[in-house]
């Protein structure tokens, strides 16, 4: 099992910039295609924001952060980031880092929930306008 820990959501007026970590420990005897995704208390499910690939660090992105938010990943840290520029109240939320089950590539499903096995306690982003 791998365990994650987010950290570095903040509140912030529109405009502003946050760059979000995810800490993974554990089973990480290879790595793992990453996720990020965000819950707002208006939502009943999750909305997946990005995901990382292992083989190749390719990404992909939901539309509604395509060209503002950046994933990343620092594998000799065991680190995955999010970084968010641009920020909106649109992008109020917690923030979730996920592991895929996948040790390639995100894949065309990237952003089911159920293609991700192990989940942090997520972090807190307030974007006021």
């Known amino acids: 099992q791998v365990q994650l820990v987010e950290s570095g959501g903040d509140s912030v007026q529109a405009g502003g910039s946050l760059r979000l970590s995810c800490a993974v420990s554990?089973?990480?005897?290879?790595?793992?295609?990453m996720g990020w995704f965000r819950q707002s208390q208006r939502q009943k499910q999750r909305e997946a924001v990005a995901?990382?690939?292992?083989?190749?660090?390719?990404?992909h992105y939901v539309d509604a952060v395509n060209g503002r938010f950046t994933i990343s990943r620092d594998d000799a840290k065991n680190m995955v980031y999010l970084q968010m520029n641009n920020l909106g109240p649109e992008d109020t939320a917690r923030y979730y880092c996920?592991?895929?089950?996948?040790?390639?590539?995100?894949?065309?499903?990237?952003?089911?929930?159920?293609?991700?096995?192990?989940w942090g306690p997520g972090t807190q982003v307030t974007v006021s306008s």
């Open positions: 554990g089973d990480i005897s290879r790595p793992y295609c």
């Open positions: 995901c990382i690939s292992a083989a190749d660090n390719s990404t």
């Open positions: 996920a592991r895929h089950r996948r040790i390639t590539f995100c894949g065309t499903d990237w952003g089911l929930r159920t293609m991700y096995v192990d």
